[in-house]
C-alpha cells in the first residue's frame, strides 16, 4: 500500500466528489425541468426531443400512473431484448461484418440480449471472437444506452413519489427515457469518446490486422469501432467490453488517465443522483447523508481489497516471491496493485461491471470484497438508478426499524410508512436474495453448474456464487474461471443465468415503481420534533448498519463456505483443490 | 525468465517491445457455432422467444400483484 497508491485513490475520490454537485443540478434539469429549469442544450436539441415524441406518437404532457408507467417500462424492454436476439442470430446476413462472424448460438444470443437490457453487460462471449461490427454498434449499445436510462427512470419515480404530495402520477416514461438520451447520455458520450480517439483507442471498420511478431508468429490485432462504446459502457454503468479481457485490453484502457477517468465516470451519475434527490426532496443534507453512507462502505471495500492483494498470498511468499509485489497474478503489470484493486472495488461496488484486472486471480479476501459489494445488493452507489432506488429501500426499511425502537410511526420526510410500503420494500429486497441464493444451489448441485468450474473447492463455489450474484445484482463483472458456452452445446448455464439477470432488474423495480405510487398519493405533513432525522451521523449509522446487517445476515453462510473458508484454508492448511 | 517464447533479461522490461502490439486471443472454442447447436437452432429459437414473451407475461402479471398487495 504505497503513496503513489493512496495520492491516486485520494485523486480519485476528488474526481466524483468535485462533480457530484453539478452532475445532481443538471439531472434535475434533464429529468424534472418543471423543478430545475430549463437546460441550455434544449435551444439545439429541443427540436429533436420533439420530434422523437412526434414519431412515437406520445403525448408527453400526459402523465402516467405507476401502472402505467411499468407496463410501458416492461414492454420497452422485452421488444429491445427481442430485437437484440434476432440481430445477433442473424449477424452474418448483416453489413458490417468483415470478420465473417458466424450466428452466435440462440443460448449465447438469449443470455447477451438479456444481459445487456438489464444493465448487467455480463459477457458469455469474446467480443472480437463472437459479434460483428454491426451486432457491437447496434444490437448492444442501444442498451448501453436505453438500460441505464430506465434505471435513471425508476429511481426519478421513487424520488417524484417521497417529493409529491397527495398526486396521482410520477412522471411519463418515454420523456424520461428520451430527456436522458438526448441530453445527457448522447452528448457526455460524444465528448468523451473523442478523448478516448485521443487516449489511443482505436474507432474505424477495417478488418483485423495480422502482423507478425518480434517472435516471429503472426497474431492477428482486432480492431473496430471501440472508442465510441467505451463512454457510454462506463457512463452507464453497463460494463460490457469490446473486447474479451475488458479494461485490461489496452485497446480499452490504454493510459494511466484513460484508467483515472474511467473510474470517476463509472461512479460520477450514482454520485450526481444522490444530489438529485436532496434538491428533490428540498433537504440537501439527506441526499449528502446517502452518499455518505454509501462513501463509507466503499471506502472500507476498497482498503481492505488493496490490503489483502498488497499482501498477496502467503504460500506463494514461501516459494520465495518477492512479498513486495502483492499478489500480481492476473494483474495488469501498467495497473500495479493499487489501481487493479480500486477498480475492482469500485465497479463491484457501482454496478458497472468493467475490469481491468483477472478477478478470479484476487486473494479470497479480496474476492469477497468485490463480492461483498454485490451481494449487499449494489446499494453502494450500485448501477445508475438501481444504486438509488437500491439504496432507498433501505432507507425506508432502516427508517422502519427506527420507528419500531422508539414506538412511533415511522415517518420519512413526512410521509407515514404503512404496512403496505414496508411490504413492497421487503419483497424489492427479497427477490434479489431468492434468485441469488436458489441459482447458486441449483448449480452447485447440477451437473451441468460444476461442469463449467475452472477450480474446485471453496473457490469453484464463490465462481458460481458470484456468477449469479453478478447477474441478479445486474453487476456483470465475472470472478471468472466459469465457463457458461461450453462447446458440448449445452444451454443451461446461459439459460438460468439469462432468467436471473432478467428477474434481478424487473423484480426489484416494480415494488418500488408500486411504492412510489403509493407514496405519490399520501400528504406530506411538517417533520416535527418527533419525526426520525434523515440527515446527520445517527441517520447514516443506521443505514449503513441496516444494509450490513442484512447482507449479512442473507449472505453470511454462502460467504462462509465460499471466501471465507479459502481464505483459512490459504494461510492455516496445506489443502489444495 | 522467459515471457511469450521471448528471453527477458533481469531488469528488462516484460512488456511488448516498441511498436509491437499486445497479443490478442482469438481462439474462443465455446463461443464457436457447434453442430449440436445448429441441428437444434430452430428448436433454441423457439424455445427463447417463448420464454421471453413468457418472462415479460409474468412481469405484467407480477405488476398486478404488487398492485393488490
Known amino acids: 500500500m504505497d503513496a503513489a497508491g493512496w495520492v ?10 468535485v462533480i457530484t454537485k453539478p452532475l445532481g443540478i443538471y439531472l434535475v434539469k434533464v429529468l424534472d425541468p418543471d423543478v430545475g429549469g430549463r437546460l441550455w442544450l434544449e435551444r439545439w436539441l429541443g427540436p429533436v426531443e420533439r420530434l422523437c415524441y412526434r414519431a412515437m406518437g406520445v403525448d408527453v404532457r400526459k402523465e402516467q400512473t405507476w401502472k402505467r408507467y411499468t407496463v410501458s417500462m416492461v414492454v420497452f424492454t422485452g421488444v429491445t431484448m427481442v430485437f437484440t436476439y434476432v440481430i445477433l442470430r442473424i449477424q452474418h446476413i448483416l453489413p458490417l461484418n468483415p470478420q465473417k462472424m458466424g450466428p452466435v448460438r440462440p443460448d449465447l444470443a438469449f ?23 454491426l451486432s457491437q454498434m ?15 427512470a425508476t429511481a426519478a419515480v421513487l424520488v417524484r413519489g417521497i417529493a409529491r404530495s397527495s398526486a396521482e402520477t410520477v412522471g411519463n416514461f418515454w420523456r424520461d427515457v428520451i430527456r436522458q438520451t438526448i441530453y445527457l447520455f448522447l452528448p457526455a458520450s460524444l465528448i468523451y469518446a473523442v478523448f478516448m480517439l485521443f487516449q489511443g483507442i482505436p474507432q474505424n471498420f477495417l478488418p483485423y490486422t495480422a502482423a507478425r511478431t518480434v517472435e516471429g508468429i503472426t497474431q492477428t490485432i482486432a480492431q473496430g469501432p471501440i472508442a465510441s462504446q467505451m463512454a457510454i459502457k462506463m457512463l452507464g454503468t453497463n460494463g460490457g467490453g469490446y473486447m474479451n479481457v475488458n479494461a485490461a485490453h489496452p485497446f480499452e484502457n490504454p493510459t494511466p488517465l484513460c484508467n483515472f477517468v474511467q473510474i470517476v465516470l463509472f461512479i460520477a451519475l450514482c454520485s450526481g443522483l444522490t444530489y438529485y434527490l436532496g434538491r428533490m426532496v428540498k433537504n440537501q443534507r439527506h ?46 503489470v501498467r495497473f500495479g496493485i493499487a489501481n487493479s484493486s480500486i477498480f475492482a472495488s469500485m465497479t463491484t461496488a ?45 432507507v425506508f426499511i432502516a427508517i422502519f426499524i427506527a420507528g419500531l425502537m422508539v414506538g412511533r410511526t415511522p415517518e420519512y420526510l413526512g410521509k407515514k410508512i404503512q404496512a403496505r410500503d414496508v411490504k413492497l420494500a421487503a419483497l424489492s429486497m427479497l427477490v434479489v436474495s431468492i434468485f441469488t441464493l436458489g441459482g447458486t444451489a441449483w448449480a452447485s448441485i447440477a451437473s451441468w453448474g460444476t461442469a463449467g468450474l475452472n477450480n474446485g473447492g471453496p473457490r469453484g463455489f464463490s465462481e458460481i456464487l458470484y456468477a449469479f450474484a453478478s447477474g441478479v445484482g445486474n453487476n456483470g463483472s465475472a470472478l471468472a474461471g466459469l465457463t457458461m458456452t461450453p462447446s458440448n452445446g449445452n444451454i443451461m448455464w446461459n439459460f438460468t443465468q439469462g432468467l436471473s439477470m432478467l428477474f434481478g432488474r424487473l423484480f426489484p423495480a416494480i415494488p418500488v415503481l408500486a411504492l412510489a405510487g403509493a ?22 449509522i443506521l443505514l449503513t448498519s441496516t444494509i450490513v446487517i442484512v447482507g449479512a445476515l442473507t449472505f453470511f453462510p454462502s460467504l462462509a463456505v465460499g471466501p471465507i473458508v479459502e481464505h483459512y484454508l490459504m494461510t492455516a492448511s496445506s489443502l489444495t483443490f | 525468465v ?23 486471443l482469438r481462439e474462443d472454442p465455446g463461443t464457436q457455432f457447434q453442430p449440436l447447436v445448429r441441428r437444434s437452432a430452430t428448436m433454441l429459437d423457439t424455445l427463447f422467444i417463448v420464454v421471453t414473451i413468457a418472462f415479460f407475461a409474468i412481469t405484467i402479471a407480477y405488476t398486478a400483484g404488487c398492485e393488490r398487495l
Open chain 2, 2 to 24: 522467459s515471457f511469450g517464447g521471448r528471453r527477458v533479461e533481469e531488469g528488462q522490461s516484460t512488456g511488448p517491445p516498441p511498436g509491437v502490439a499486445w497479443p490478442v
Open chain 1, 519 to 540: 407514496l405519490v398519493k399520501k400528504k406530506a405533513a411538517v417533520a416535527d420534533a418527533g419525526s426520525f432525522p434523515v440527515t446527520g451521523p445517527t441517520f447514516v
Open chain 1, 8 to 17: 491516486q485513490l485520494a485523486l480519485i475520490i476528488a474526481g466524483f466528489v
Open chain 1, 111 to 133: 443470455n447477451t440480449a438479456a444481459s445487456f437490457s438489464t444493465n448487467t453487460n455480463w459477457q458469455s462471449y469474446g467480443g472480437e471472437s463472437t459479434m460483428s461490427y
Open chain 1, 287 to 332: 441526499g449528502w447523508a446517502v452518499w455518505g453512507s454509501m462513501f463509507g462502505m466503499l471506502l472500507v471495500g476498497i482498503i481492505v481489497c488493496w490490503w489483502a492483494e498488497a499482501h498477496g498470498n502467503p504460500r506463494m511468499l514461501a516459494l520465495g516471491v518477492d512479498p513486495s509485489f502483492g499478489n500480481m497474478e492476473g494483474k495488469e
Open chain 1, 138 to 152: 447496434v444490437a448492444l449499445v442501444l442498451h448501453n444506452f436505453t438500460s441505464p436510462a430506465i434505471g435513471i
Open chain 1, 350 to 394: 457501482t454496478g458497472c461491471g468493467a475490469v481491468n484486472a483477472m478477478h478470479d486471480s484476487f486473494t479470497p479476501i479480496g474476492a469477497l470484497v468485490t463480492l461483498g459489494n454485490i451481494l449487499v445488493g449494489e446499494v453502494i452507489f450500485g448501477g445508475v438508478g438501481s444504486g438509488l432506488y437500491g439504496v432507498l429501500v433501505f
